[in-house]
């Protein structure tokens, strides 16, 4: 991975330039919010990100992922749960909105949704009982912007950039953003 370098105070801008004051993104740059990006540059690096990530999680974590089709976003997740020690493949849950990976060991599961078949808000997402897995569980939801951020004032999003079009770049930008209080003492540049 390339040297990361700092994002501290400026929200997270989506390829369409900044977040307007009114959409979800633009209390990422609230007071209680801290922002770090890192540059990726291949899918093994992406699961390295993950693990690394994992070791900063707890249970209660909610963490948001964005990014277009084919950022990495599986393959981070996958990196989670290798560092959080979970049980069965992490795999894109498109298809069955949501996976519960139990730990191995001592660890929170993992409870790993995309959410990118689900239409409005948390009410859509409410036969999921996120509400009731999230105080034992590390909670990634793909595709979450908007839908899930009810859920806790804490949160991690990590929204994933990459090149599109007809293109081979392996490279992917990653902002993290912390909000909330959990994320204030978390030092997220060591990633």
Known sequence: MEAPAAAHDAPAESPAG???ASSPSASLSSPA????EVTVNSPDEMRELGRRLAERLRAGDLVM?????????TTLTRGLGEGLGVRGAVTSPT???????????????????????????LDDMEDLDLDVSLP?????????EGKVEELT?????????????DTTDEVRHVTLTGVGE????????VL
């Open 33 to 36: 919010a801290s922002s770090f």
């Open 65 to 73: 992922l964005t990014g277009e089709l084919g950022a990495g976003k």
């Open 153 to 165: 004032d804490d949160r991690l999003h990590l929204l994933i950039h990459r090149a599109v079009g």
């Open 18 to 20: 900044p977040a307007p």
């Open 182 to 189: 959990r994320w204030v003492t978390v030092d997220l540049s």
């Open 95 to 121: 298809f069955v909105i949501a996976r519960v990976h139990p730990s191995l060991g001592d660890g929170p599961p993992l409870v790993h949704v995309d959410a990118y078949r689900l239409g409005g808000g």
């Open 136 to 144: 034992e569980s590390v909670v990634v939801v793909e595709w979450g």
